[in-house]
Nanobody, 115 residues
Framework: QVHLVESGGGLVQPGGSLRLYCAVS????????MSWYRQTPGKQCDLVAF???????YFINSVKGRFAISKDDVKNIVYLDMNNLNPEDTAVYYC?????????WGQGTQVTVST
């Protein structure tokens, strides 16, 4: 397993932008997938986006065209760029690393979209 630390969350107005960071203790380049999930109180944790080792990406429909995921294999950081945020994006965002059946999670970072 690897150690993950998310940051970059905060309070933003509707229509605003945030960049989330996931610092990985080692080996982003070797991970099968690096993912971002989000969870709101009383609901399950849902996948938002992932990036594969080869750089291919996936997004859920509700964030397509607004969010982007990228990674820096040298700095061992995964980014989630979030644009045109709306209140429905309010959640705790978690970073996830998957490799050969091993899964690691970060502690989460709160994103609140509100006036």
């Amino acid at each position: 397993q690897v150690h993950l630390v998310e940051s970059g969350g905060g309070l933003v107005q509707p229509g605003g932008s945030l960049r989330l960071y996931c610092a990985v203790s080692r080996g982003v380049f070797s991970m099968d997938t690096m993912s971002w999930y989000r969870q709101t109180p009383g609901k399950q944790c849902d996948l938002v986006a992932f990036i594969s080792r080869d750089g291919s990406t996936y997004f859920i429909n509700s964030v397509k065209g607004r969010f982007a995921i990228s990674k820096d294999d040298v700095k061992n950081i995964v980014y989630l760029d979030m644009n045109n945020l709306n209140p429905e994006d309010t959640a705790v965002y978690y970073c996830n690393a998957y490799r050969l059946g091993d899964i690691s999670w970060g502690q989460g970072t709160q994103v609140t979209v509100s006036t």
